[in-house]
Structures are given as C-alpha cells and as structure tokens.
C-alpha cells in the first residue's frame, strides 16, 4: 500500500443497481473499513437488460464506465457490474480484489482476473434463506389453489366452489415432498419442512447420507421420487446430465395430482412435456420462478395456464439477501486488503 493509501485509506469502486446498489455496498465498507474512499455507480437494472459482452454474462451496465473508475482503485465491489478483460486490465497495476455479491461471478471475466492475480470473491448460497422459503410457501398456496382463486376475485368472482372436497388440496403435514438436489438450497428446504412435519425424499448422487439422515431426509432413486412424492422441488445445478431431467418419462413417473416446484434452473424442465402433462390432468399444477429461455417467449402459453403459479425469477430477492449481502461482500473484500496491505 502506497503512503497516500495509508493516509486517505484504500479507493473502492462500488457498481450497483436497483436490487444491491453501490451506496448500499458503500455503507458495508465504510462500516467495516473506516477511512475507505468509495466511488458509487448504478446501473439501471432491473428495468434495463442484461449486457451482453465477450467473456461475462448476466451482467448490467457499461464496461467502459467502470474501466475508467478502477483506474488507481484498490478494489471493486458488484452485484451485477460487466468487470471484462478490460476493465481488469484498467485496474492493473492497484486492484487487489473484486468482489461480486452473488453465488457465482458469472459477470466476472475470471480467466482474465486470474492472469492479472486478482482474486475474485463471491458469495455461495448467498440467498439460500429466501429461495427456501419461497419454495415452501409456493408449495401451501398453490396445493390449497390460492394462487388462481385469488385471481379470479381480483377479477370480480367469488368463487365458494374452492370448499368442494374435490377441489381441496392438502397441508404439508400429509405431504411427501421430493427433493432433486440437497445442494445448500435443498438442505434448507429439507430443515423448513420438518417443521411442517412432512415427509422429505431426495436425490443427489453427491449427498452425504449421513447429513441426510441427521436432516431427516430419506435419500432415494430419481424415479422412486418422482413415483412417491406429492410435490417435486428442483434444487439441481445445471450440467449436461441434468438439462431436461424432468422431461415426459419423468413427469409420467410422476405420482398424479403431484405438484412441480422450479427455482433452479429453467432448462431442467421439458415445458412443452409439462404442459402436456398438465393439460392432460396428470398434474395437479407447476410453481416456476425460472424458464428456457428467460424471459419466456412473447406469447408462451405456458405461465397463462391456471394450474401455474408463475414468477419471474423472483425467488431469492428479499431485503435480508441485497443488505447481507453487501455486509459480507464487504468483509471479504477488506480482509483481502488487509492481508495485501
């Protein structure tokens, strides 16, 4: 560290947008590092799409602003920022660490950041609390139908049918709930629902059967969940193997009347097979907070189903995910600039 950084404190580069913004990001370094020069931008997302730009993805805001920012910073500090193999190269030379508020730096170029030897932080299971819970919730509302006859009172209807038995649905204690994937996500999912008293399945080749015991979750073949769960929720990881996992064999194996859950990934799910599957009446209904492709095409008939229950990937916004999100980005970033000082 030069003698005018030990003076004014180090130069961070906040980037921002309207989910995590750079004053939030600046307040968390300031808290943690006293002394420490912020410079903020916003970009306009989420109103404005993603940037796309050779060597990151899902990424918002003009590279070329934040090259010219991380000229003589110490650090940057994102959520969604496009930090590319030029703005890197602009920051060569000082920039000792960035740092990315989100479970994995895809808007990061890190092959570039590697060969300068700029460590890149990012948060895993950053938003584990708000997905798990959005899952459990989606999972009451849409078994007992809220969701649709919520709708058609909004459009003036009271509708008293929803006591018939036959349009009842059930509470979680009397479900069996599979889980594909015991990821962070799924673990917490697994722990939520004992609560509920439910029965939990899962699926993952890489889980640890003793943590799954001590979670009270069963672990099980894919197709002996599929074949005994009243809802089915993905927490899988995108791979080449698990693209379409829940295709038409699978949705057949599915018990009938069984609900799906997706706030994964988009592309785990075969649509047109669910759709079938819903048409058909195999299926009680879907709750999807992501989609192939994203957003859904103009005229996806899809999300108009009434037996869905669509968000537009809204599962792990919260304010708990924007502000602890920054306080720890804030702490890594300030421990790697203590240790490099």
Same mark, same amino acid.
């Given at each position: 560290?030069t003698?005018?950084?030990?003076?004014?404190?180090?130069?961070v580069?906040c980037?921002?947008? !309207?989910?995590i913004?750079?004053?939030?990001?600046?307040?968390?370094?300031?808290?943690?590092?006293?002394?420490?020069?912020?410079?903020? /931008?916003?970009s306009?997302w989420?109103?404005?799409?993603?940037? +796309?730009?050779? &060597?990151?993805?899902?990424?918002?805001?003009?590279?070329?602003?934040l090259?010219e920012l991380?000229r @003589?910073? *110490?650090?940057?500090?994102t959520?969604?920022?496009?930090? /590319?193999?030029?703005?890197?190269?602009?920051? *060569?030379?000082?920039?000792?660490?960035? !740092?990315?508020?989100?479970? +994995?730096?895809v %808007?990061?170029?890190?092959?570039?950041?590697?060969?300068?030897?700029?460590? #890149?932080? %990012?948060?895993? @299971?950053?938003?584990?609390?708000?997905?798990?819970?959005?899952?459990?919730?989606?999972?009451?509302?849409?078994?007992? &139908?809220?969701?649709?006859?919520?709708?058609?009172?909004?459009?003036?209807?009271?509708?008293?049918? @929803?006591?018939?038995?036959?349009?009842?649905g059930?509470?979680?204690?009397?479900?069996? #709930?599979?889980?594909?994937?015991? +990821?962070?996500?799924?673990?917490?999912?697994?722990?939520?629902? &004992?609560?509920?008293?439910?029965?939990?399945?899962?699926?993952?080749?890489?889980?640890?059967? *003793?943590?799954?015991?001590?979670?009270?979750?069963?672990?099980?073949?894919?197709?002996?969940?599929?074949?005994?769960s009243?809802?089915?929720?993905?927490?899988?990881?995108?791979?080449?193997?698990?693209?379409?996992?829940?295709?038409?064999?699978?949705?057949?194996?599915?018990?009938?009347?069984?609900?799906?859950? %997706?706030?994964?990934?988009?592309?785990l #799910?075969?649509?047109?097979a669910?759709?079938?599957a819903?048409?058909?009446?195999?299926?009680?209904?879907?709750?999807?907070?992501?989609?192939?492709?994203?957003?859904?095409?103009?005229? *996806?008939t899809? /999300?108009?189903?009434?037996? #869905?229950w669509?968000?537009?990937?809204?599962? @792990?916004?919260? /304010?708990?995910?924007?502000?602890?999100s920054?306080?720890r980005?804030?702490?890594?970033?300030?421990?790697v600039?203590?240790?490099?000082?």
């Open positions: 560290m003698e005018q950084h030990r003076q004014n404190g180090p130069r580069v980037a921002g947008d !309207g989910f913004s750079a004053a939030l990001l600046a307040r968390a370094l300031e808290h943690e590092l006293p002394g420490v020069r912020t410079e903020l /931008t916003d306009g989420p109103t404005e799409p993603f940037t +796309g730009v050779d &060597g990151v993805r899902e990424a918002s805001g003009d590279p070329r602003v090259a991380v @003589g910073a *110490d650090a940057l500090v959520h969604l920022g496009p930090v /590319t193999a030029d703005v890197i190269e602009a920051g *060569d030379g000082t920039l000792r660490a960035i !740092g990315v508020t989100r479970g +994995g730096p %808007n990061v170029d890190t092959a570039a950041a590697e060969r300068a030897g700029i460590p #890149v932080l %990012n948060l895993p @299971g950053r938003n584990l609390g708000a997905v798990a819970e959005y899952c459990v919730g989606s999972m009451i509302t849409a078994l007992r &139908g809220l969701p649709s006859a919520a709708a058609r009172l909004s459009a003036g209807s009271w509708d008293a049918e @929803g006591f018939r038995y036959e349009r009842t059930p509470e979680l204690r009397a479900c069996t #709930v599979g889980l594909v994937g015991m +990821g962070a996500v799924g673990r917490r999912v697994a722990e939520i629902l &004992g609560a509920f008293r439910s029965t939990v399945l899962a699926h993952d080749p890489y889980a640890d059967p *003793d943590e799954a015991r001590r979670a009270g979750v069963r672990l099980v073949s894919l197709p002996e969940l599929l074949a005994e009243d809802v089915v929720s993905l927490h899988a990881r995108l791979t080449d193997q698990t693209r379409h996992v829940i295709g038409a064999e699978a949705l057949a194996t599915m018990r009938s009347g069984a609900l799906l859950v %997706n706030t994964a990934r988009g592309e #799910v075969d649509h047109r669910l759709e079938r819903l048409e058909s009446g195999h299926l009680r209904g879907a709750v999807l907070d992501v989609f192939d492709p994203e957003p859904p095409a103009p005229g *996806d899809l /999300t108009a189903r009434p037996e #869905v669509a968000t537009p990937h809204l599962a @792990g916004a919260s /304010t708990q995910v924007a502000e602890e920054a306080g980005i804030a702490r890594e970033v300030v421990r600039l203590r240790s490099r000082s």
